[in-house]
């Protein structure tokens, strides 16, 4: 029998409280280095048993439609549907401290040399930006099999609309709200419940 989502988590150990939420995501940012903090938080919560694939396609589609940086929205949003307000909380604080730490104390230490950083450290970051691109590889394709499942009756309207999404923005370079309004309109549209999906008896 599969576990329903909507139930509360009971709080056993490695459950999602306000602590353990917490350090799950000081752990994202720390691994995060270069970029792919999405990509880290999707290991995170899986490995923990947090979120299924599906739970973590949703929500990161909501923190990719919603303003502000993905992966702090990301946070937030696990936060939210695992703890509640503290959960958000705990979650937003987890994924921001160690930046704000290591930025402050790059600022301080290096920013201020002549010549900004050093050749050593700007190499080293390159190599950092490559990793993280794997990284972020290593997340799109479980997304894309979640929506390239969603039909509507027998079409395959997450194919279509993953197909269509990126002809747009990736060649023919329109803007990204009118693509996105169009298109999250299709699939809201297609994938409306049925009449009869609410209380038939």
């Known amino acids: ?9 009971p709080h056993l150990p490695g459950a999602p409280t306000t602590l353990n939420l917490a350090r799950a995501f000081v752990g994202v940012a720390l691994a995060g280095i270069g970029g792919g903090i999405p990509a ?11 979120l299924t ?3 973590f396609a949703e929500t990161f589609t909501l923190a990719q439609l919603t303003p502000g940086p993905n ?3 990301l946070a937030a949003m696990i936060g939210a549907r695992l703890g509640g307000k503290r959960g958000a909380l705990a979650s937003t604080v987890g994924v921001l401290t160690p930046g704000l730490i290591a930025m402050t104390a790059v600022t301080v230490l290096l920013l201020g040399l002549p010549g900004g950083l050093p050749p050593a450290l700007q190499s080293a970051l390159r190599g950092a930006a490559c990793a993280a691109l794997a990284v972020i590889l290593t997340m799109v394709g479980p997304i894309v ?5 969603v039909t509507a009756g027998r079409l395959p309207i997450g194919a279509a609309v993953t197909v269509l999404t990126f002809v747009a923005l990736g060649v023919l ?14 699939g809201l ?13």
Request: proline share 7%; glycine share 10%.
């Open 1 to 9: 029998m599969e576990d329903d989502p909507t139930s509360p988590v």
């Open 53 to 55: 694939d599906l739970q």
């Open 71 to 73: 992966g702090v929205n």
């Open 173 to 186: 370079r329109l803007d990204l709200l009118p693509v996105l309004a169009v298109l999250v309109g299709v």
């Open 40 to 50: 880290h938080t999707r290991r995170a919560m899986l490995r923990r048993g947090w």
């Open 189 to 201: 549209v297609a994938h409306r419940p049925s009449k009869g999906s609410h209380g038939d008896t």
């Open 145 to 149: 099999r979640v929506g390239w499942s």
